[in-house]
């Protein structure tokens, strides 16, 4: 079964954002002004419970969806996750698991979560550079902790691995050489990211947006790369590979490049809302339905008379019209 939305877009990809907590206070994600200890983060009772995304999974699946990312906020400090993943991977038709995670709390889980069936990871890391990465996390966490995470997955045969670095204009972007230097031959697949006008609270401006072209001329001026062909329809990451022969290199630019053509993702939050967009504001409360007894049926219904209808394509639109609206915050929803 494959479902079609407005624009003929297939629901394929199910992200799962299994908490709104975080060790880390990345200031373009969780500025501790805003996320400090007066917040409000989700009640344990308000998380869908992990036989609930089961659950769902298994519905959305037999809908059509290939792959399922877990995230979060991070997905690691939620307790017992391997119990979830190893739910999740017995789940018949499901092609593709994974998890996004900051790394910092791997070297205890990486093991536990590929014996429960975890295949493969992304991992973020924005700087090699101390200075600059702990200004960034704002948790004191060293980059030496989040490469011993990935060296972790590694040797629990997680792979590939795939890091993510959020650039921003003036904070890291004179550290991605390194950042690619450190990875290039490595097998690990690094992606910088465009800095997202995501949520409300991290003071995205424009100009603090390092656009695709000018990350891919920073890099080639150094390590030579030549564009590569896209694995599959609706691949976030633009493909680059390194002209001696040495690996790949990705670049996701959905400010300067946006990809709403080929959006085939929905968003649950921790709470049990679908989002149809990064950028909505409001969710579909599946929770409410799975808790008032719904049979199986009546959550494909619902399911299906949410993606039939969905339109979105805020990358696409965005504008100063829209830089003013309300939308759901990245540590939420997860990316
Ligand atoms: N805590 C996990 C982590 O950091 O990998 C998973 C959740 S995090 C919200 C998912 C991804 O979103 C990370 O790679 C993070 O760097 C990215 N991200 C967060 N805020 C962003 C922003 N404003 N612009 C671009 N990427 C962002
Ligand atoms: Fe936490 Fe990930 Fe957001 Fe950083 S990007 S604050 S690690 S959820
Ligand atoms: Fe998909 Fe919304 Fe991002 Fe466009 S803006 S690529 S529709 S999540």
Redesign the pocket.
């Known amino acids: 079964m494959t479902l079609y939305d407005a624009r003929q877009r297939p629901l394929r990809d199910l992200r799962v954002?299994v908490t709104d907590r975080?060790n880390?206070r990345?200031t373009?994600?969780m500025p501790r002004a805003v996320f400090g200890p007066d917040y409000a983060f989700l009640e344990r009772d308000e998380l869908l419970h992990y036989e609930e995304i089961a659950r769902l999974a298994r519905i959305f699946v037999a809908e059509g969806v290939e792959k399922i990312r877990l995230?979060?906020?991070?997905?690691l400090v939620r307790r017992d996750l391997h119990r979830l993943v190893a739910m999740l991977s017995a789940t018949p038709g499901l092609k593709d698991l994974t998890l996004?995670?900051?790394?910092s709390l791997l070297r205890r889980q990486a093991k536990g979560l590929a014996a429960a069936g975890l295949k493969r990871i992304?991992?973020?890391l924005?700087s090699l550079d101390d200075a600059v990465f702990k200004r960034m996390n704002d948790a004191r966490v060293p980059a030496a902790q989040v490469l011993d995470g990935i060296a972790a997955a590694q040797e629990a045969g997680l792979a590939p691995i795939k890091v993510?670095?959020?650039v921003e204009r003036g904070v890291n972007d004179g550290t991605m050489v390194d950042l690619a230097r450190h990875f290039k031959g490595t097998g690990v697949i690094l992606r910088f990211?465009?800095?997202?006008?995501?949520?409300t609270t991290?003071g995205?401006e424009l100009d603090r947006v390092v656009p695709l072209r000018e990350m891919v001329e920073s890099i080639d001026r150094e390590l030579p790369i030549e564009p590569a062909e896209a694995n599959y329809r609706g691949e976030v990451a633009k493909r680059w590979r390194y002209r001696d022969g040495s690996g790949e290199i990705g670049f996701i630019s959905?400010i300067s490049q946006p990809f709403c053509g080929d959006c085939t993702r929905a968003r649950l939050s921790p709470e049990g809302e679908l989002f149809t967009c990064l950028f909505g504001a409001r969710g579909h409360d599946f929770r409410a339905l799975l808790r008032s007894g719904a049979s199986d049926e009546e959550v494909t219904a619902f399911l299906r008379s949410v993606w039939r209808v969905r339109d979105d394509r805020y990358s696409e639109l965005r504008s100063a019209a829209t830089s003013g609206l309300e939308r759901v915050e990245?540590?939420h929803?997860?990316?």
Do not use: H, K, L, Q
């Open positions: 954002s975080c880390f990345c373009y994600c995230t979060g906020g991070e997905p996004t995670t900051n790394g992304t991992v973020s924005d993510n670095a959020v990211i465009e800095f997202m006008d995501v949520g991290n995205w959905s990245m540590s929803i997860g990316g």
